[in-house]
Nanobody, 111 residues
Framework: VQLQASGGGLVQAGGSLRLSCAAS????????MGWYRQAPGKQRELVAS?????DTIYLESGRFAMSRDNAKNTVYLQMNSLKPEDTAVYYC????????WGQGTQVTVSS
């Protein structure tokens, strides 16, 4: 398995979740990674990205925080103040979408 996302679940609006994704990527520490999500009937979109050195960019600033642990080949997404519109399957991949998509992890936010 090259990309293994976990940490999703069902939360109420306003709640928080922390997603993790273990990636089997050569030279992980220098690879820019991203968190993506796909809601039913919608295209997959990039919600956060992080460079090898830890610089981040977000689709929407303020609620999400992406981080990485290069020693563990793992990226994280801390999601706070969740909204029902955040409901989606969340995936990680390189920012170039290099690897086959994993199964993702389902995040469901109830109102």
């Amino acid at each position: 398995v090259q990309l293994q996302a976990s940490g999703g679940g069902l939360v109420q609006a306003g709640g928080s979740l922390r997603l993790s994704c273990a990636a089997s990527v050569r030279a992980f520490s220098i690879v820019a990674m991203g968190w993506y999500r796909q809601a039913p009937g919608k295209q997959r979109e990039l919600v956060a990205s992080i460079t090898g050195s830890g610089d981040t960019i977000y689709l929407e600033s303020g609620r999400f925080a992406m981080s990485r642990d290069n020693a563990k080949n793992t990226v994280y997404l801390q999601m706070n103040s969740l909204k029902p519109e955040d409901t989606a399957v969340y995936y990680c991949n390189t920012v170039t979408r290099l690897l086959p998509w994993g199964q993702g992890t389902q995040v469901t936010v109830s109102s």
